[in-house]
């Protein structure tokens, strides 16, 4: 049994939704946050850096990093073929655009939700911020121009489709980044077109 720690509609979102639709079996235990904003004490003692997604894996250990998160539970469940096999063709384009999202795109979405967490200039959140929004626009347009004409980026649904899906719920207009890259809507929707994943949206509260 996987044990995922997550909080609606934050990264943990997309891991849910790739154990949803991996017909894996899990729980999910929804944290809140305290009133100063941190997680309860025993999630630290779990992540030291006491962030969502977490996962505890069937044997015991804690797993951080979502993107890591994505390949290795598409990995172990590869009947349900949300990502190429290591020698299949798409196997680097996937973990080169997965990595990418992680890195790039949810980099910036932290930037610009938590902006005081990246200067220690008591007036550089609105910089930081700012800053955040315009790379944000820039790295979308980066992948939707990869994605092009295809509704997934691999031709067929993968984990790293969900995972994208969930980052562009984080734009700061979505109806804009869509209206910008109509591709990005058409591969959305078409994510949400999975019973499991939709299942997993709506128990986020999307
Ligand atoms: N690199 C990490 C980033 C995880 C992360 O920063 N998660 C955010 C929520 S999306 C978080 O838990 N922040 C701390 C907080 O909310 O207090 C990953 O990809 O899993």
Redesign the pocket.
């Known amino acids: 049994m996987y044990k995922l720690y997550g909080?609606n509609q934050?990264?943990s979102m997309a891991v849910e939704a790739l154990l949803a639709a991996c017909g894996a079996p899990y729980e999910v235990i929804v944290l809140n946050?305290r009133e100063d904003?941190?997680?309860e004490d025993f999630f630290h003692a779990i992540n030291p850096k006491?962030?969502?997604?977490t996962l505890v894996l069937p044997d015991g250990s804690v797993m951080?990093?979502?993107?890591a998160m994505m390949i290795h539970i598409a990995e172990q469940f590869p009947e349900a073929g949300l990502a190429p096999a290591p020698r299949e063709a798409g196997r680097a384009e996937f973990l080169r655009w997965q990595v990418y999202l992680?890195a790039a795109l949810?980099g910036s979405?932290?930037r610009l939700f938590?902006p005081q967490k990246f200067t220690t200039d008591p007036g550089g959140a609105d910089g930081v911020k700012a800053r955040a929004a315009e790379t944000m626009s820039q790295e979308f347009a980066i992948y939707a121009q990869a994605l092009g004409e295809r509704r997934f980026m691999l031709g067929r649904l993968t984990a790293l489709d969900i995972y994208a899906a969930m980052l562009c719920t984080w734009a700061p207009d979505v109806d804009a980044l869509f209206a910008t890259h109509p591709n990005l809507k058409r591969m959305y929707d078409a994510v949400l077109e999975n019973a499991a994943v939709k299942r997993v949206w709506e128990r986020n509260g999307m």
Request: charged share 25%; aromatic share 16%; glycine share 10%.
């Open positions: 909080r934050a990264g946050r904003g941190s997680f006491a962030e969502v997604p951080t990093e979502s993107a992680a949810y979405d932290l938590y």
